[in-house]
């Protein structure tokens, strides 16, 4: 499977984390997994939902920042 780097920016209207990908966006669900790409590393990772949008990466939570636009692998 071959995997293709993107943005992933919040969408407040549609309340839901959206991937952005050659002109082409679509929304992610809870449990929807993808590598979170810090510094030059990708990390695995699940999105999830309960108060707020985060994210859980060798069992820990992360909080993802609603104003900042993440680098990912899908």
């Known amino acids: 499977?071959?995997?293709h780097c993107?943005?992933?920016k919040y969408d407040g209207k549609a309340?839901?984390?959206m991937v952005h990908m050659g002109g082409y966006s679509y929304g992610l669900h809870c449990g929807e997994c993808f590598e979170l790409h810090i510094g030059d590393n990708?990390?695995?990772c699940r999105?999830?939902?309960?108060?707020?949008?985060y994210v859980i990466m060798h069992d820990t939570r992360f909080n993802?920042?609603?104003q900042n636009i993440y680098r990912v692998k899908i």
């Open 47 to 53: 999105l999830e939902y309960s108060d707020e949008w």
């Open 6 to 8: 993107c943005a992933l």
């Open 42 to 44: 990708s990390i695995p």
């Open 1 to 3: 499977m071959k995997h």
């Open 64 to 66: 993802l920042r609603v």
């Open 15 to 17: 309340d839901r984390w």
